[in-house]
């Protein structure tokens, strides 16, 4: 087994400076405790208003920041944004990934939007992929099922099986994964966020991903 | 090994030499069995006729239930994956999940090849999203056909519904190495709509099986379903819709009677508007000289198609107008209208009739003029064959693609964009 993770990509459909819910603040801080122990992160993310590459400097040290607009302007659901959005994501990652001649270790990924880019770059790469998920669509939605939420499901449920490891922030949380998605519960590991030692009990998931 | 790992196990791939052709993967959303439009159809005809020019031809397209996941099926290795189970409330949104599977099979199906994929050739915006994502993870070259736009198909983009449709095809010809389209309206249209420049764009036509139409059959059996024995048969083929132009056909039966009497009009296929032409034909007052069959056996078309007198299709819209050549390979004399690919493909008073676009009138003309004139009508369906032997052929069009393919990649090779390792192959 590999012991060192050298490069890790971070998978999110916002980051600072564009902050939409939790997810942003929850990546860079992963980022940043990442960069510390060494490792190169590459963020992936979309952003309408800031295309480009940016390395960071002082806190963002080590972090590189990769941004995409969605080429489809007016789309006619967040899932045919993702969707459409997400083959940007994936390029972007390819790019990183050609550029390090094939050596990025993980793909960590959060929520359903970042979910396709990530399980097409798993199959299109080998690399394995950590998923994190801070919600689920039964939280956001209830129990209704529609087609277009059923389509949200359907992409966290292959987001959940395709995943060496998915990453959640409670017991609860685990449990609800479990259940709805029914994915063997040694898959689903609870990592408190900003809890002393969190980052290294991600490098842990990252080393037992690693083939 | 991780626990995590039996959970969702991965194939292993191997690296191993083998000698091989060239070798394309294309990426469809419709493929035999299975057939919507003429999309199947097209990429069929031009796989089987690569196969048979010594290129190995992948397809890669949805699975449905019936299907097989691999199938070597004259000579084409075809994979299909479940685009069947997709939740999703409008097709949209099907559409682009689809994507996301179709690229994860068609990832494995390179990675099983060793990476050894010369040129990915995706059809119509139904592919476009896996295929742009596949070209930037294997960094193989992408060349498209664009077979039809959303633009011409709607006549302008009204709602965000087709803005998408618009915009992904925008995008995919955007990441074309080449494009490839049908004739030199779609090359206008394609290089208009989306801004691509004209040098980046390969005319290629649509081809025609027309060895099919040299059958064997009883030509008045076949006639005696349709007309009367003195009768003289105005054929249609096609789907029964607003931009074929069939308002404008039955607009030109009363003058096409008043110099033939004889003609009989026999309009084949379906669509919203079948019943409003059936019904229109009466309002006018020559229900009686026009038949809508309905559904026919191939056969039973094939052999039509050679007793028709002419062969009309009066379309307002078309990007290339397929149906132009059955006719003309069944050596009928054939009369369309000056739009679109249609004009391109018809040679006025050489291969075929040309008129005015929905004017009945001119179309009435144009008709009389071929059932009046004996001599020019056997002249039409001469040379109306001929060219289609000659230029609508599959092996040509097969060497053509080719020639695209070769041009690629001879610019791929001096450039320095190529992967400096195999993605997914340890």
Known sequence: ?211 | MSPAKKAAPKQRKTAKKRDRPLTVLHLCWEYPPRSVGGLAAHVHDLSRALVKKDIEVHVVTCGFPGTKDYEHYENVHVHRFDAYTIPSEDFLGWALQMNLYKRMKAADVIQNLDGEVDIIHAHDWLSGPAAIALKNAFRIPLVSTIHATEHGRRQGIHDPFQQMIHDIEGWLSYNSWRVIVCSKYMETEVSNVFGQPRDKLDIIPNGVDYKKFDLEFDANAIKSQFAMPHERIVLYVGRMVHEKGLGVLVGSIPRVLESCPDAKFVLVGSGYMKSKVKQLAWDIGVGDKTLIPGYLDEEVLLGLYNVADVAVFPSLYEPFGIVALEGMAARTPTVVTDTGGLGEIVDHDETGVKVWVNNSESLAWGISHVLKDPALSKKLGKQGRHKVEKVYNWEVIADQTIDVYRRVLAEYKKGDWQPGFKPGIR
């Open chain 1, 1 to 211: 087994m590999q012991t060192n993770i050298e490069r890790a990509l971070v998978l999110t459909w916002e980051y600072p400076p564009r902050v939409v819910g939790s997810i942003a603040p929850h990546c860079e801080s992963l980022a940043r405790g990442l960069a510390r122990k060494k490792v190169a992160v590459d963020v992936v993310t979309f952003d309408h208003w800031a295309e480009g590459i940016t390395k960071g400097t002082g806190k963002d040290r080590g972090i590189t920041v990769h941004r995409a607009a969605n080429p489809i302007s007016p789309c006619t659901s967040t899932l045919t944004w993702a969707l459409t959005a997400g083959v940007e994501l994936e390029r972007l990652a390819a790019d990183v990934i050609h550029a390090a001649k094939g050596k990025a270790d993980v793909i960590h990924a959060h929520d359903w939007a970042a979910i396709p880019a990530a399980v097409a770059l798993r199959h299109e790469f080998e690399i394995p992929m950590v998923l994190t998920l801070h919600s689920t669509e039964t939280h956001r939605s209830g129990k209704v099922f529609t087609p277009y939420l059923d389509a949200i499901r359907k992409i966290e449920w292959q987001g959940t099986f395709e995943a060496e490891a998915v990453i959640v922030d409670t017991e609860q949380m685990r449990e609800d994964v479990v259940e709805e998605y029914q994915i063997p519960e040694r898959k689903v590991h609870v990592v408190e966020p900003g809890k002393r030692g969190w980052i290294n009990a991600l490098l842990k998931q990252y080393r037992e991903a690693m083939p």
